[in-house]
Structures are given as C-alpha cells and as structure tokens.
C-alpha cells in the first residue's frame, strides 16, 4: 500500500474527524455477517491502523458488539467509524475505509470472511454500470 504521512477522515456531518499517522497495516473487504448487520452493507472495508497512531476528535459512541469486538460510531449522524479487539487485532483500530477524506489512494489488498459472503456479491462487476442514479444524468 501507498505510504502517506497523514491520513484523514470522518462521520458524514463532521463531528467527529480522525487523523492516522503513517502506512497502514492492511485494508480488506469484510463479507462477514456482523459487519453486514453493523453497516447495512453487503461488503465493508476496513482500513488498519497502529492504535497509537490514531487520534480522534470528537467522541464517538461505543457499541460492544461481541465479547471482544467494540464498534463506534457518531451518535450525531449514525456513521459507522472504528472497530477494536484486543483479542484478535491487538494494538490496531479497524478504520471503516469509506470514511476517508480520500479513500480511492488506499485500495484493499484483501478479501476476507468470505465464507459468509452473499452469493451474489461475487458477480458484482458483471451488472450494468450507470456513472449516475439512471435517468438523472
């Protein structure tokens, strides 16, 4: 992945910004149940950082989704930001990649939890492709 000095991003109003120092660890696309019910997606990405490279403005709301697991979000707009497991991610915050002020620079290296995936999810670049919602270009 593309090594960037500083790496920025937010929920959808702006009251809570992030800012990661440094490469990240990994990005991958999660087909897993949980972050389906989480996001309301089919597909989530998520972006790794070291968890002291991340610092936060704002205080998001924290959701512990498992014994392990604790999701945030802005309780303002409903946004969807950070992930963490200390069992399974220790040291790292799971970053929600489409938060990111730029997110086309970091594309994912990875696809996991796919024994989860939806079916259908594997065809995806074979449906008609529209460059607006049809009928507004």
Request: proline content about 7%; overall charge negative.
């Amino acid at each position: 992945m593309a090594e960037q000095a500083v790496i920025a991003g937010g929920c959808h109003c702006g009251a809570i910004r992030y800012e990661a120092e440094g490469a990240p660890e990994h990005h991958a696309l999660c087909h897993c149940t949980d972050c389906r019910g989480w996001s309301g997606a089919p597909v989530m990405g998520w972006i790794a950082f070291r968890e002291d490279h991340v610092s936060v403005t704002g205080e998001p709301v924290t959701y512990h989704s498992s014994e392990h697991g604790e999701r945030q979000f802005c309780g303002r707009c409903g946004t969807g930001l950070f992930y963490r497991n200390a069992s399974a991610l220790p040291g790292l915050v799971d970053v929600q990649s489409g938060t990111l002020d730029d997110p086309a620079t970091f594309p994912p290296g990875a696809q996991i939890m796919v024994k989860e995936r939806l079916p259908w999810t594997s065809g995806m670049a074979e449906l008609p492709a529209f460059a607006t919602y049809p009928g507004m270009d």
